[in-house]
């Protein structure tokens, strides 16, 4: 296993702060806790959320899955992780066949990643009132342990001290022990998460924190080792100093606790006192976050930062977004500098080895500069946002480059990650076994490759594909110093791509398609193979958040994808499938998500699913991305059934999140006693914050209604954005897609594109295409049939205008009528889609 590094944001272990922190002087401890955290506290709320950056050097650190990026610090291996590779089976489906020593309350559970630690000694609880009434009749602690099923170092904590009888011993005794996927709770884990950065500086998974019985922050941090080495103190030894710390200065500790959750709230209500943003932070705030971009590419491999380097779609989507309107008002140098940019780092990326290029999709990210050794585990909102760039790359370039890119994650995602059902499963782990009984799961084993397994596989074409992917018989993982610093993979082949295909064609002297015809073959066998290769573990719970990311783009790519020209040959592992397949998709995930996971009297959601609906309720992120898809499902021409719920969930979205005298939304309903934090999250991350999205979400929504509703949504989205004027102003790269947000909101003439017409017709899908073939993410597609009363019926009661529109212009055959309006005034119509992308061009 290679060792893998995370940003410094989501760096930090008690570990690494514990010398200090632990010396027998308790009041000096928390006087110095306190000191710190109110350091940290001091400068602004929003600011402080996303942007707990590391100080001091790392000398240990954990990975972690959603960071945000920085410059990275020199980074030293831990001292213990060589030895740790041993990994539990991680399968909850085998667990009922075996004989178990023991069997804990998490046994229970339907969590993958709660299901994994059920047998451990340790005698878990689930977060839950069970598990605070015991802390509170022993009078012992709490120890939270936050994780999720495909993190590497929550398993390696696992091996070396959840099924280590004495470690157990000990969290008996003491403690009464919590797991929590955070992935089912994220509400749980941001408190704590918040915390552990708060104190100091960083955090990451495994979460580690210590907890009062009335579920107060003691003291935490994220992974542990074991025992004791090079002056730092393990597990056990923390167990014990806590424990000492709980019988001796419990006064002190509570207290401190106490203060941190006062000072924690005090910093993360962020509320304004303005319902508007500023004239010159909205004509300001996306050009900073540009510049700011602008200056970290790396113009060598693309991206924007350093190693380790994450594919952050929102950055590439305010730089697509900034191109755009750059060109829009006559800047056109920025505006091709700005797209250069983009698609540089999507060419460099997928030719990289954070691409699967066997199995399609992309890994979460890459330890090195170049792209090329990746963390392997394979992440549902990765992919879901990395289809909608690339396709976003094709509507501006015509390229076929970047649309197959897209085929190959959704036909990546509809072959591995999708159920019976239609559901999306969330993620697929790093680690596996190398082989069919082997005792020890390896990262990245199920991906790389020998060269002599090239060689008996791909038979007479081995060279050329060897020469295609760079692959040696040492291993090619040198091509960075941080690629592999400690010749973990000796032998060992990541594919990667270093030069175009043409060139290298040119070089075998082949003509491109039959040198492509040949890789793809390969590529098929290659993958035949590794199918037969024990996988890594699935999660297969299902999170609408990240479910809705995904049926967004399903939609999109059910029409854009008809713009690829006729004709057009694809190659393993892209199947050539017919865009309207993705649509379907779209379509059975979403009705999944409404049988199973929303209650149509209460009209809520829950937030995830994996054999029946999770306990904790849908959150921001839940109802926003699931509604920003439902948008795009319908604006790409699905059933008008899609709006009607997403302004549905919109209204209800309001009621439980909205902070009306405040401004912004929360990220949870705060109806849990057990929450002990109420955030209003901006951070664009790995995943874009529910607040950036629901601005979007609130302008596409304003420019579909009329009247006083639309009045509000507008309103609203002003209100959000105030809140967050401090963080786009001073921080702007931190926040991309509320950048764009803001100039969504602030821009003067959005499009209106209203599609008259027969749905079921030919003609309509193909107006539906033309409406969506150019990139302009200032522009709503409407879409009415004049023969259907139940459709003008719902147009008429929340914008009569577009069912007047319909009546005016039903062509009474199989023509589709589209109108383009702008600044109240609308275009002559138009019938042939043709006509329709020129208007739109102009």
């Known amino acids: 296993m290679a060792w893998r590094f995370a940003p410094p944001l989501q760096l930090s272990s008690l570990a690494i702060n514990i010398n200090p922190q632990f010396s027998p002087n308790w009041s000096s401890i928390f006087v110095s806790a306190k000191s710190s955290m109110l350091k940290r506290l001091l400068i602004s709320s929003s600011s402080y959320r996303c942007c707990s950056f590391s100080k001091k050097p ?76 015991e802390a509170r009749k022993r009078d012992v602690p709490i120890f939270l342990s936050i994780g999720y099923s495909t993190c590497h170092w929550c398993h390696v904590m696992e091996v070396e001290s959840f099924e280590d009888e004495e470690v157990a011993k000990l969290l008996n005794d003491w403690f009464v022990s919590i797991k929590v996927d955070r992935e089912e709770r994220p509400d749980v884990d941001k408190v704590y998460m918040t915390y552990v950065q708060a104190l100091y500086g960083g955090g990451g998974w495994p979460l580690s924190a210590f907890l009062s019985p009335d579920l107060k922050p003691l003291m935490g941090g994220t992974y542990f080792p074991p025992e004791d080495k090079y002056g730092r103190p393990g597990f056990k030894t923390i167990l014990r100093k806590v424990k000492e710390a709980w019988d001796r200065k419990r006064d002190m500790l509570v207290q401190s606790g106490a203060f941190a959750i006062e000072q924690l709230s005090e910093a993360m209500a962020a509320i304004s006192t303005s319902n508007k943003l500023s004239d010159e932070v909205l004509q300001t705030a996306m050009r900073k976050c540009a510049d700011h971009l602008a200056e970290s590419y790396d113009s060598k491999y693309g991206g924007f930062g350093s190693a380790p380097k994450f594919p952050r779609p929102v950055e590439m989507q305010l730089m697509l977004y900034n191109s755009k309107r750059s060109e829009e008002t006559g800047k056109s140098g920025e505006a091709k500098n700005s797209l250069k940019m983009v698609l540089f780092t999507l060419e460099c990326m997928a030719r990289g080895g954070i691409h699967d290029h066997v199995g399609g999709g992309f890994h979460r990210y890459s330890v090195d500069e170049c792209w090329h050794v990746p963390h392997f585990e394979k992440m549902l909102y990765d992919q879901g946002q990395l289809v909608n760039v690339y396709l976003d790359a094709f509507c501006i370039t015509k390229d076929v480059f970047y649309s197959s890119l897209s085929r190959d994650i959704l036909d990546y995602l509809r072959r591995d990650m999708i159920g019976p059902n239609g559901e999306i499963f969330s993620a697929e782990d790093a680690d596996s076994y190398e ?21 008996n596989i791909v038979g007479e074409h081995a060279m050329l594909v060897k020469d295609h992917y760079y692959i040696k018989p040492s291993g090619n993982c040198d091509l960075s110093r941080r690629s592999d610093p400690h010749n973990e993979f000796k032998d060992k082949n990541v594919l990667i791509e270093r030069s175009s295909t043409s060139a290298m064609a040119s070089k075998h002297a082949l003509p491109v398609e039959e040198y492509l015809d040949i890789l793809g073959n390969a590529r098929r066998e290659l993958f035949d193979v590794r199918s037969k290769r024990p996988r890594p573990h699935l999660d297969d719970k299902v999170i609408v958040s990240w479910n809705g990311l995904v049926i967004s783009s399903l939609a999109r790519a059910s029409k854009i994808l008809k713009g690829e020209p006729e004709g057009t040959r694809f190659y393993f592992p892209v199947a050539g499938t017919n865009p309207k397949e993705y649509m379907d998709a779209a379509e059975k995930a979403v009705y999944f998500i409404r049988r199973r996971l929303y209650n149509e009297q209460t009209r809520r959601l829950q937030h995830s699913f994996r054999n029946g609906p999770s306990k904790a309720p849908g959150f921001l992120d839940d109802y926003a991305f699931l509604i920003a898809g439902l948008l795009d499902l319908y604006e790409f021409g699905g059933s008008v059934f899609w709006l009607g719920w997403a302004l549905e969930l919109q209204e209800t979205q309001d009621e439980l999140f909205l902070d009306k005298t405040g401004g912004g939304y929360f990220s949870t309903t705060g109806e849990d006693p057990s929450v002990l934090l109420r955030v209003k999250e901006d951070h664009d991350g790995a995943e874009p914050s529910g607040n950036s999205v629901s601005v979007i979400n609130l302008v596409r929504l304003a420019s579909m209604v009329a009247g006083d509703k639309s009045k509000l949504y507008r309103e609203t989205a002003e209100y959000v954005l105030a809140v967050f004027e401090k963080r786009l102003k001073d921080a702007a790269v931190a926040v991309p897609l509320m950048c764009c947000a803001a100039d969504m909101l602030a821009f003067p003439s959005r499009k209106q594109v209203v599609l008259v017409g027969v749905k079921s017709s030919e003609e309509f899908d193909n107006m539906v295409t033309a409406a969506h073939a150019a990139y302009d993410p200032n522009k709503t597609v409407i879409h009415i049939d004049p023969t259907d009363a139940k459709e003008v019926g719902f147009w008429e009661e929340i914008n009569g205008n577009i069912a007047v529109m319909a009546k005016n212009n039903a062509a009474g055959d199989t023509r589709v009528i589209a109108l383009v309006c702008q600044n109240f005034t609308c275009s002559p119509p138009v019938s042939d889609p043709k006509a329709l992308e020129s208007l739109l061009s102009r």
């Open 58 to 133: 790392i000398k240990l650190c954990n990975t972690a899955t959603h960071s945000a990026k920085s410059a990275a610090p020199s980074f030293r291996r831990p001292i213990h992780s060589l030895s740790v590779l041993a990994m539990a089976e991680q399968s909850s489906s085998n667990s009922s066949s075996q004989t178990h020593k023991h069997t804990n309350r998490l046994a229970s559970e339907h969590s993958p990643y709660l299901l994994q630690h059920a047998h451990n000694p340790v005698d878990w609880y689930p977060w839950g009132e069970e598990a605070f009434a």
């Open 435 to 455: 082989s069919e009984g082997a005792s020890r799961k390896k990262e990245g084993a199920f991906y790389v490759w020998t060269s002599t397994e090239i060689d």
